[in-house]
């Protein structure tokens, strides 16, 4: 027998969330996928008993769980309520391989797995090696597995009990970053950082009762999750996947007012030769995020969306994720800035000794503020480097003009954003350099039609040595996600250096553009 009662908690809490909508207005539709349509009160009720489940199981505070799900209603259930039962959600990204996904399963101390039948082909090659895994819960599983089936669990007897040392600084997720040395960074957030993430978002684009979204992006992304938090009294549409043509027909059955795409989606979406006969009229808010968009495509989209207002938001997992944004009004008038910090943030724009720079110069942008992850999981070296000087440090090269406009001019890390993704160069260089033939490389961006921007491999082979390009793809793809594998290989001679020695990346990139032209 599941309890209702709401907790006297004066923190924010991510599980309160649901259940205060819940309790405001219970019959609303809160989430929506394919053919189900879930009051607030029937998530809360069956988040609720999840939630007692997971205690019954012996899934305490702070303990981990994972999930690595398809967008549906079991990850929204699975998200409120292993965080009503005082656990951390790791989300997991399905598209990384079994190296990856097993680093990430124990290197956050995973107790329990919640994982999609079709994925399981990619976990049971590591299973044996998770000896933390203590449960596997399968969604839409075959009757007379070994694991336990998800729906069935609803079947059971749970008794859930708010812990009552639960507050706003405890973690929530623990969110999984590409690492620039090779190694995925668990960035620890806490129900603070969501919870005021998700108000300020409410805020600046001035969201009420009616909003009603769509989710296309992959939930266990950072910028598909933490809009979980934005709908407050509104409601939520998931589709599994993005398809342009069932995304127009969304928004025009379902009056959807919002929507977040990657500037590629929004590309495809606009150039969709059916786009005219659709009644989207009822959008009033379009955002767009990981990579810049263009003043023709936001002209474009402003042409289908009459009603549209667009906003660019800007920031990175550690910020849960916004940080910046461009607001509508400014939206053309400053097209290639990322816009002014969100309220509840504060930024600086410094030099290498922490100075702030003269405006228009270019510095690293640092952050602080209550929507700052709280650590790196288990990784004390890499969170005091990166919180030095007392401010988060992001990487991101930027300048400020006179208005207080912010633009992005190079990153740090050169990190590549492809379709969305963010692949770290380090990562796939590490992953080359074990192969025989390889003297040395380096991975850069390059500009990519489609996808915003694509890996390129830029090898030196070792004297003698035979290897082609099918070949280096063929093994990066053996240890590597697909999306993360070189679409271009180039063999050179020797990699261009400074001075001392540093692989000067910015003329790999001139001469990729050079060789193109």
Request: some cysteine; glycine content about 8%; charged content about 25%.
């Amino acid at each position: 027998m599941t309890t209702s009662s709401l907790s006297v908690s004066r923190s924010i809490l991510i599980g309160e969330h649901l259940r205060r909508s819940a309790h405001r207005t219970p019959d609303k539709e809160g989430y929506i996928c394919g053919e189900k349509r879930l009051t607030y009160r029937q998530i809360e009720k069956r988040a609720v008993h999840l939630a007692g489940w997971l205690q019954g199981k012996g899934i305490d505070y702070d303990d981990k769980a994972g999930f690595m799900l398809f967008n549906g209603l079991p990850f929204i259930e699975i998200f409120y309520g292993v965080s009503l039962a005082g656990a951390v959600g790791v989300p997991i990204n399905f598209r990384l391989n079994s190296d990856e996904l097993h680093y990430i399963i124990t290197n956050s101390d995973c107790k329990i797995l919640f994982i999609e039948q079709k994925l399981l082909p990619l976990f049971e090659p590591i299973r044996n090696q998770c000896p933390l895994v203590q449960e596997i819960v399968v969604i839409d599983g075959d009757e007379g597995m070994e694991f336990e089936n998800y729906e069935s669990l609803y079947d059971e007897e749970a008794n859930f009990v708010p812990y009552e040392c639960l507050n706003g600084d405890d973690g929530a997720l623990i969110m999984y970053t590409s690492g620039t040395t090779g190694l995925p960074k668990g960035a620890v957030l806490t129900h603070q950082n969501l919870s005021i993430n998700g108000m300020n978002q409410v805020m600046t684009a001035g969201l009420s009762a009616d909003f009603k979204q769509l989710i296309v992006a992959p939930l266990f992304h950072i910028a598909a999750i933490s809009t979980l938090l934005y709908p407050i009294q509104g409601t939520t549409v998931i589709h599994q996947q993005f398809n342009p043509e069932q995304v127009l027909k969304t928004i025009e059955e379902e009056r959807i007012t919002f929507l977040f795409l990657a500037p590629t989606m929004w590309q495809m979406l606009v150039n969709h030769e059916h786009i005219g006969n659709y009644d989207l009229t009822s959008m009033t808010r379009c955002s767009a995020g990981s990579a810049p968009c263009s003043v023709a495509l936001k002209e474009k989209v402003a042409r289908y969306f009459p009603n549209g207002e667009f906003r660019d938001p800007f920031g990175q997992t550690e910020m849960s994720p916004v940080a910046t944004c461009l607001n509508p009004e400014d939206s053309i008038r400053k097209n290639l800035s990322v816009g002014k910090p969100v309220v509840n943030v504060e930024v600086r724009v410094v030099d290498e000794q922490m100075n702030d720079v003269p405006l228009g110069e270019i510095g690293e942008i640092v952050y602080r503020g209550p929507t700052l992850m709280k650590e790196y999981y288990k990784n004390p070296e890499a969170t005091e480097e990166a919180f030095m000087g007392g401010w988060f440090h992001s990487g991101d090269l930027v300048r400020m003009d006179d208005e207080g406009f912010i633009y992005v001019v190079d990153r740090k890390k050169d990190m590549i954003i492809s379709g969305g993704e963010n692949i770290y160069p380090a990562e796939i260089e590490q992953v080359l350099m074990k192969h025989s033939a390889i003297q040395e490389c380096a991975v850069i961006g390059i500009p990519d039609h489609k996808w915003g921007e694509s890996v390129k491999a830029v090898i030196v082979k070792k004297s003698g040595a035979e290897l082609s390009e099918g070949e280096v793809v063929h093994f990066c793809q053996n240890h590597l996600a697909s999306y993360k594998k070189p679409k271009v290989v180039e063999f050179i001679d020797a990699l261009p250096r400074n001075a001392a020695g540093k692989i000067l990346k910015k003329a790999l990139r001139q001469a990729d553009e050079t060789m193109k032209s």
